[in-house]
């Protein structure tokens, strides 16, 4: 069972990505899965998550309006889109899932994560 976190990469400011998570060993339609990033000195965030039982999505203020996320049942991935990639989104991106049908408050909450991917805005 595992989760891999994949398209990172170096990109400049208000260029684009889009990260994928793909899993093995388990199927992500019954997971809520969540990406998190990590920057340099900083706490994990989370940044946004789609729900176990529908296609609900939340995003933080941070990435609202800019980030997408979107899961594709056929291929048991859940992707990130980020458009108008700014300098403070550069972080090591990672995605995690877990059976609940909500949002942990912890990371402890989550079951399975990716190994991260690291994002770098810059000009």
């Known amino acids: 069972v595992q989760l891999q976190a994949s398209g990172g990469g170096l990109v400049q400011p208000g260029g684009s990505l889009r990260l994928a998570c793909a899993a093995s060993g388990l199927n992500l339609r019954s997971y809520t899965v969540a990406w998190f990033r990590q920057a340099p000195g900083k706490e994990r965030e989370v940044i946004s998550c789609i729900m176990r039982t529908s296609t609900t999505t939340s995003y933080a203020d941070s990435v609202k309006a800019r980030f997408t996320i979107s899961r594709d049942g056929a291929k048991n991935t859940v992707s990130l889109q980020m458009n108008n990639l700014k300098s403070e989104d550069t972080a090591v991106y990672y995605c995690?899932?877990?059976?609940?049908?909500?949002?942990?408050?912890?990371?402890?909450?989550?079951?399975?994560w990716g190994q991260g991917t690291l994002v770098t805005v810059s000009s």
């Open positions: 995690a899932a877990t059976r609940r049908t909500y949002l942990p408050r912890s990371i402890s909450g989550f079951d399975v």
